[in-house]
Each structure stands twice: as structure tokens, then as C-alpha cells.
């Protein structure tokens, strides 16, 4: 047909009739991808897909175009009372003060919820002190009600979790969208850097430094976060996390992004063999005690696994290669303590097995000597110190026999952790690192181009995900056909058979804790590769040897 004048016809077009406002304001057509279209997410702004209904339906693993946070009724009921009510589910976190709730979709209560309910158990039974984050959530809850992108930070690193235990697509793209706007966020913080928004700077840096899974992005990371904490020094008693900055103060006085490595030294190789040695010696002297605790067992079997598979590559020499060895260590340093605590909370055997870990942290510093401090070393020293305070509690004649023989094999545990802060404090001493500087507090420009630099050179991208994510060493379980998927995979689970046949409720109270229902077609792909090959090479040659518990 003839357009008006004669002319040719008038293209057909077919109208967005539910495209997002944000698309509609600028009279654009919107691709009505849920739950973020795609020109909100190139454009770093909130789509209001978020707020949308079908963001408060439950999701389904069926439902392609979804994330999938694993809700239960109940967890659905509760945030649905918090929507209404404006009340915080979990007064003991004390966060203060607190965000207004009504302004957050329910997509969001959920991912905050998620956080929240595991660090409120964490607190209720005073273990939060023997994890390596809880500890600091209810502060960065408090932080985010001023700075939304320590919201977004929190979002994000929430939304992670849920994506690595529900192997959902649909969550990851979830967790980018928030990490992105945090980071945007966290630039136009930096530019702005001063004693009032300092706070809010370190909570966003540490939680997205938390979350990179490649070496150049937690290492623009961590160097902007040691800038801050140098800053933050005249007024650190001040602020929020002022015993975090006591820790880490002064951070090591290196480049972490230097690519270059150097060759280890026969010595150096045999020094390194001897730590191995005595990290599995450990190992096996606590294995006979491990008979009735299956879960834990299972833990301790990946964790020799993983010692060996070091002991038969050849030794990191650059960040990089470092960087790639400790990932999956690192990883379990986030996710072990929480599932084993909620399982069996006040026992012993589960606390010298966490012990075990934070301990194989320490002790392997030495041999990734340019990240092994910072990645993974120090953040366990903390935790592993207020385990050995409990369990030596145990050496007492009152337990019984076999209470205190595993009580005992903390003493390995407690010598790494002597050893490593004789071993700091000799580093600092050789290296004339001086104590915290005392610097203006105004007249940041220089900090804020460096922190600016830093962060600039690494755009957030799917290589940032949290501790949770999985590991770039892409292990292949060789011994799993496809169809096949690990039952380790499941833990932990919504109940756990304790001594004499009891059964514990998890404390995590979140659904993150029920075992996922795994798809029966597996892809080629990893499916926790996310995307990433699955044969990558290693320039340190560490062997990708099979493994169920990544």
C-alpha cells in the first residue's frame, strides 16, 4: 500500500508495549530483558524491571528468564511482612542506621535477607567471630543505608552466592548488574574522597575485592584498599571498621599487579616441600578422628587433595600463577566455616577441622610470597586465633577422653599461627615498613588519582564474583559423566545428623542451604565454569587433577 503522497508504504512497528520507564522516558525501544534490559545495564542505572510483579513471584529453576533465589514459602512470608511492616527481620544485627526497606524491591529484600539471616545465626551463637565476613555484615548494612553502592556491593555479593549454589545464569547476570553499579558508585566515591564517605569507600572495596575471581581485578582492588586505610589513618579510631584498620595496618608495601616473577631456588622448593609435609602430616594425625563426622571428613579429603595436588606442580613464580593456586583455598576460607558451623556449631572436631584450614592459609604463605599475605593469610589469622582460644578450653580434665585428644591437635594449628605473626612482624622489621603514618585528612587529590588509576584500568565485568564463585582453576571431575553431578555438591544441608543421632536445624536459615535440584543434562561445559573454558593453561603447571567440591 501507498503511503500518504504516494509515496512507498510506512514501515510496520511493533511497539514495546512493556518496556521498562527508563526506556520509555528516553523513547526507546527496550528489549525487555528481565531482570535488567539490556540498555539499562549498558547505561550502569537501575532498570525498573526490579520493582516489577514478576520479580515477587517465587522463582523456579523451570523459569528460564528469572533468577533463581531459592525461596521457600517462609522465607517469602517474611520478607513480605518486612515490605509491609518496614521492620528489619533480624533486630540482633543491631544495624543502625538502618536503610529504608520500603524503597528496595523484593528481588532485593531477598538478596539481603540471604546475608543477613546467615550472619544473624552466626551472631546468635557467637561464631561470627570464628568466620572471615560475618562478622562485618550488620556494619555494612549500616554503611548502606547512606551509600548505595555498599548496597550494591552487598547485592551483588549475595547474589553471587545464590548463583553458585543454584547454578543459575539468570542470578550471576543478577550479581553483575549490582556489581557494576557498585563500582560505578565506588569511582564517583573515590573522586569525592573525604573523612565523611571514607567509611563507605572501604566497606565497597573490600566487599568487591571479596568477590574478584581473576588476579588483575583484586589486585586494582586491593591496592585501592590499601591507599584508603592509609588515608583513613587520622581519624581510623573513628571509624566503623577502626579494628579492621588496626589489622591491617600498614598493608604490605608492594605491587600486586606486577607481572613479572622470579624462579625459585632449589632451597626455596625444598623449604616449600617441607611446609606441604608437615601441613599433610597434620592432616593425617587429625583423619582417625573423623570416622563419625562425614561432612567434615569429606572437607579434610579435598583439602589433603588440594595439598598434594601443590606438592606435584611446579611452584608459582608470578602473581598471576599465584594468584590461581590459592583461589580455590581462598574460596573454601569463605564457604567452609559457614556450612560447618551450621551444621555442628559447638563441636569440637568441627572447629579443629575449620582450624585446619585457616592453619593451611598461614602455613602456606611462604610459598606465594607476593600474594599469599594479603589474599588469604592475614584474613585467616583473626578467626584461627579465636578458634584455639575455644578449643584449648577443651584440654580440660572435665570432657571426656576423646574430647581432649582432639582438642590436642590444635597445637599444629597454634604454631602456624605463632610462627606466621613472628614471620610478619620480622618482614615489616627487615623491609622498615614504619607504623601507620599519620597523614592529612583533606588534600586528597593524590590518593584519589591513584585510587581513580587503579580501579579505572579494571572494568567490572563477570571476572569479578564473589569468594563463592567458582574457581578459576576449573577443576575437571574426570571421575562425573555427564548427567552426573557431585552429592558433596549439596552440603550444607537443612539438617545435619549430629552425635547420637540428633538432628540440628541449620542456623544458616536461608534456602541457599537446600540442595539444589540439578539439572540431568550437563553441557559440556563446567557447569560452574560460568562461560570460562574448560581447558585453561596454567603457566605454573598446576595440575587440574579431579575434585568434587569446588
Keep these: 500500500m501507498a503511503g500518504p503522497g504516494g509515496g512507498p508504504s ?13 526506556c520509555k522516558k528516553r523513547h526507546i525501544r527496550c528489549d525487555e530483558t528481565f531482570p535488567q534490559c539490556r540498555n539499562c545495564t549498558k547505561h550502569q542505572v537501575r532498570c525498573d524491571y526490579m520493582d516489577s510483579p514478576t520479580a515477587m513471584v517465587p522463582d523456579s529453576p523451570k523459569s528460564p528468564q528469572q533468577p533463581n533465589l531459592l525461596w521457600t514459602p517462609e522465607i517469602d512470608a517474611t520478607i513480605e511482612l518486612w515490605r509491609q511492616t518496614n521492620e528489619f527481620p533480624f533486630p540482633e544485627l543491631r544495624v543502625l542506621p538502618q536503610p529504608q526497606w520500603r524503597a528496595f524491591s523484593k528481588t532485593d529484600l531477598r538478596l539481603i535477607h540471604h546475608l543477613s539471616s546467615i550472619s544473624n545465626e552466626m551472631f546468635r551463637h557467637r561464631t561470627s567471630r570464628l568466620t572471615i565476613w560475618t562478622d562485618m555484615m550488620p556494619k555494612f548494612l549500616s554503611i548502606a543505608a547512606t551509600y548505595p553502592f555498599v548496597m550494591h556491593s552487598i547485592l551483588a555479593f549475595s547474589a553471587s552466592h545464590l548463583a553458585w549454589i543454584s547454578q543459575s545464569s539468570e542470578t550471576r547476570n ?3 548488574h549490582h556489581g557494576g553499579v557498585a563500582l560505578k558508585g565506588l569511582h564517583e566515591g573515590i573522586a569525592n574522597f573525604t573523612k565523611a564517605n571514607s567509611d563507605g569507600v572501604l566497606a565497597s572495596s573490600l566487599l568487591l575485592a571479596w568477590q574478584a575471581t581473576d588476579w588483575r581485578g583484586w589486585a586494582s582492588l586491593v591496592t585501592g584498599t590499601r591507599t584508603v586505610i592509609q588515608a583513613m589513618q587520622p581519624w581510623r579510631h573513628e ?21 613479572v616473577g622470579s624462579p625459585i631456588s632449589p632451597d626455596a622448593r625444598r623449604e616449600q616441600l617441607a611446609i606441604i609435609s608437615d601441613v599433610q602430616s597434620s592432616l593425617q594425625r587429625l583423619h582417625p578422628y573423623l570416622s563419625r563426622h562425614d561432612q567434615d571428613g569429606k572437607w579434610v579429603d579435598q583439602l589433603r587433595g588440594y595439598i598434594e595436588r601443590l606438592r606435584a606442580s611446579s611452584p608459582p613464580q608470578t602473581p598471576e600463577e599465584q594468584f590461581g593456586q590459592l583461589y580455590a583455598l581462598r574460596k573454601w576460607l569463605f564457604w567452609v566455616p559457614i556450612s560447618l558451623l551450621a551444621a555442628k556449631r559447638g563441636d569440637v572436631t568441627v572447629l579443629v577441622v575449620l582450624a585446619h584450614f585457616y592453619a593451611a592459609a598461614l602455613a602456606l604463605e611462604p610459598m606465594f610470597r607476593d600474594v599469599g599475605s594479603v589474599f588469604c593469610a592475614h584474613l585467616s589469622l583473626r578467626p584461627l586465633e579465636e578458634i584455639i582460644a575455644v578449643v ?18 590444635i597445637q599444629y594449628p597454634a604454631d602456624i599461627a605463632s610462627s606466621y605473626k613472628s614471620r610478619r612482624e620480622w618482614a615489616r622489621q627487615q623491609a622498615g615498613e614504619p607504623s601507620p603514618v599519620q597523614q592529612p585528612p583533606y588534600g586528597l587529590e593524590t590518593i584519589n588519582l591513584d585510587l581513580e588509576n587503579q580501579i579505572a ?3 567490572y565485568s563477570q571476572s569479578l564474583s564473589p569468594a563463592f564463585a567458582p574457581s578459576p582453576l576449573n577443576f575437571i571431575s574426570t571421575g562425573l559423566v555427564s548427567g552426573q553431578t557431585s552429592p558433596y555438591l549439596e552440603v550444607p544441608r537443612t539438617t545435619v545428623e549430629a552425635y547420637g543421632g540428633s538432628s540440628y536445624a541449620s542456623p544458616l ?3 541457599a542451604t537446600v540442595p539444589p535440584p540439578y539439572s540431568v543434562s550437563v553441557p559440556e561445559e563446567n557447569v560452574f565454569s560460568f562461560g570460562m573454558p574448560m581447558s585453561m593453561g596454567y603457566p605454573s603447571g598446576f595440575v587440574a587433577t579431579p575434585t568434587v567440591w569446588t
Design 239 to 259: 571509624s566503623m571498621f577502626a579494628e579492621y584498620i588496626a589489622e591491617h595496618s600498614p598493608m604490605p608495601n608492594k605491587s600486586f599487579m606486577n607481572p
Design 509 to 511: 536459615g536461608s534456602p
Design 174 to 176: 543478577l550479581a553483575f
Design 457 to 459: 584500568q579494571y572494568p
Design 392 to 409: 584449648q578450653g577443651y584440654q580440660d580434665p572435665r570432657y571426656d577422653q576423646r574430647t581432649q585428644a582432639i582438642s590436642y591437635l
Design 10 to 22: 510506512r514501515r510496520s512497528h511493533t511497539k514495546s508495549r512493556k518496556g521498562c520507564k527508563t
